[in-house]
């Protein structure tokens, strides 16, 4: 029960990481208020477990990081945890890449990101011991052909996340991000249902498998609980050592 008594914002927890942080969180004691687009199975989160509430919004749009963190202060009592999760990847090489589709990856993983911390700081400030945990990737550091947003985006979520924990050290909060590598998830669940591609993205792990969301939930509970409380500023690359050979 690492998290007993705390209040924690999960966005994208619907399904894959998001939903495995957002049930994890729970079952360590956490009063949860699951996020995800109006449509999205969060039923299915909320049955995992009952201390999980949940809110169909879509993070992107105006006004709603700011709907979202009132909603979760009156619901749970306050917030301790905010995890930016929320993700979309978008695959186009950047000769082929509109404008628009370069705005909505922004929009979600890097702004929408933003304007949820900002809003989230006057209440995690209260609490003494705040905790921002944001989702980036190992695209953050690495790339692959047809990328060039979902990379851009993730680097800005690591800059983002060590700007914040510089600025907010001194109220006792910590701001980390983690670099998922290879998961099973929503996300990936078309290319990894291709067989000879989820083997070469198994293989690049030393570990030999694809990555399952329970692996950054454990990840994220680390970041969320007391037990990483001197951790601030870092890249949490949970990914099988898949980035140890190029
Ligand atoms: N799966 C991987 O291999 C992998 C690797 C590195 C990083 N990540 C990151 O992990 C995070 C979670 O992704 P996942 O792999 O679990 O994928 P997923 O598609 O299973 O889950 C992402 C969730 O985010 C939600 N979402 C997207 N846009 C939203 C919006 N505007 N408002 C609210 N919710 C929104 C989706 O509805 C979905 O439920 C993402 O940030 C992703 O970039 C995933």
């Not at 894959?16 to 996020?35: D, P, Q, S």
């Not at 669940?189 to 198994?202: D, Q, R, T």
């Amino acid at each position: 029960m690492r998290l007993q008594g705390k209040n924690a914002i999960v966005t994208g927890a619907a399904s894959g990481i998001g939903r495995a942080c957002a049930t994890l969180f729970a079952e360590n004691g956490a009063a949860v208020l699951a996020v995800d687009r109006p449509g999205t199975d969060l039923a299915g989160t909320a049955q995992a477990h009952a201390g999980i509430r949940t809110l169909a919004a879509d993070i992107a749009e105006a006004g709603s990081p700011a709907r979202i963190v009132a909603h979760a202060v009156k619901e749970l009592g306050g917030l301790d945890i905010l995890m930016n999760n929320a993700g979309v990847s978008h695959r186009a090489f950047v000769e082929e890449m509109t404008e628009e589709d370069w705005d909505r990856v922004f929009a979600v993983n890097v702004r929408a990101q933003f304007i949820l911390c900002r809003e989230a700081i006057p209440h995690l400030k209260k609490c003494g011991a705040g905790r921002i945990v944001n989702v980036a990737s190992v695209m953050a550091e690495a790339t692959d052909f047809g990328l060039g947003a979902y990379c851009g985006s993730k680097a800005g979520v690591a800059g983002l996340t060590r700007t914040l924990a510089l600025e907010l050290g001194k109220f006792g909060i910590t701001a980390n991000y983690i670099e998922p590598g290879a998961i099973q998830t929503g996300m990936t669940a078309k290319g990894f249902s291709e067989p000879h591609i989820a083997e070469v993205w198994a293989k690049k792990s030393p570990l030999k498998r694809l990555g399952q969301p329970i692996d950054i939930a454990r990840g994220a509970l680390f970041l969320a609980s007391e037990d990483g409380g001197f951790v601030t500023g870092h890249g949490l690359r949970v990914d099988g050592g898949l980035m140890l050979r190029t």
